[in-house]
């Protein structure tokens, strides 16, 4: 590392910048820029917006955009609503080419820069590598020069190395030839599971018979509709038990239960605890 040196004439051209920041919301406009950025969410959720292609985002969510890629993120609407426990929280890492091609003669970078290359817009990362990267950035916002730049190389070392990343630019768990009808499939889901759902309304949205669409939705995500709709209830849910003083029956309803046994025994199903009890179990692990 010590044998690193930046041409001194493209030096105040570097963009290197660690921001830690902690909103009440994020609320974007759809926007790009011409430098890199690496983007962990630690606290909030809402809809990501990348190409035209929407995802939910969690906490822990972590990806990698391009330079000159329309992307955006907006929390959902409770965030807005003035709940003082609820609030976002990320880390964003921004670089531009004038690093890239000075870290080029540092062979450790050599297969990130092949691996970023090869990236057509957005790649996103999983659980175990975002839990990795949360220290490393955590500890470069603190650090400088070639300190600084060391910890930038082990991100871009484990990213670019680990086999569990997928590209966000063809949706997780999406083949390809069925990639437009499954987005509009899960962007009406992201925007109507708060309320019913019925099969012929959504069957409808990927234009076949609910059958059919019963057929095709298990066939690609290996699960059916019902519970794919309950699953984001309860993340949903999940985070508003933590986050918010609401009570248990009310954040049912805002999560799109019709009543509390059906909410409690999905609850129970998905997370192995009512309500109650994770409720309990977040209050006392703060």
């Given at each position: 590392m010590d044998n690193l040196t930046l041409k001194t004439d493209e030096l105040?051209?570097?963009?290197?910048?660690?921001?830690?920041?902690?909103?009440p919301?994020?609320?974007?406009?759809?926007h790009s820029h011409d430098y890199y950025e690496l983007a962990l969410i630690l606290k909030g959720y809402g809809k990501r917006k990348v190409c035209e292609k929407i995802d939910n985002f969690n906490p822990y969510d972590l990806v990698l955009i391009k330079k000159n890629i329309l992307h955006s993120w907006k929390c959902d609407d409770i965030f807005y609503q003035g709940h003082q426990k609820l609030n976002t929280e990320a880390i964003l890492l921004k670089f531009n080419d004038i690093l890239l091609e000075n870290l080029s003669f540092v062979p450790q970078s050599n297969h990130f820069i092949k691996f970023i290359n090869n990236i057509e817009d957005v790649m996103a990362f999983n659980?175990?590598?975002?839990k990795k990267i949360k220290p490393l950035l955590l500890g470069a916002i603190c650090?400088?020069?070639?300190?600084?730049?060391?910890?930038?190389?082990?991100?871009?070392?484990i990213i670019s190395t680990e086999n569990s990343k997928e590209f966000f630019s063809e949706p997780i768990e999406i083949r390809e030839n069925n990639t437009a009808r499954m987005t509009k499939i899960a962007n009406f889901t992201l925007k109507n599971?708060?309320?019913k759902i019925s099969l012929d309304e959504v069957a409808d949205v990927a234009n076949l018979t609910k059958s059919a669409f019963c057929r095709y939705f298990k066939k690609e995500k290996g699960k059916n509709?019902?519970?794919?709709?309950?699953?984001?209830?309860i993340m949903y849910a999940s985070d508003l038990l933590k986050n918010t003083e609401m009570s248990i029956i009310q954040i049912g309803l805002e999560a799109g239960?019709?009543?509390?046994?059906?909410?409690?025994?999905?609850?129970?199903?998905?997370v192995k605890k009512t309500p109650l009890q994770y409720r309990k179990m977040q209050l006392s692990n703060v």
């Open positions: 105040s051209k570097v963009l290197l910048q660690i921001s830690h920041i902690r909103l919301y994020f609320n974007e406009e759809y659980l175990n590598i975002a650090k400088d020069g070639l300190e600084q730049i060391s910890i930038i190389l082990q991100i871009f070392h599971f708060r309320k509709y019902i519970d794919y709709v309950n699953e984001l209830r239960f019709e009543n509390n046994s059906h909410f409690f025994g999905v609850f129970k199903k998905v």
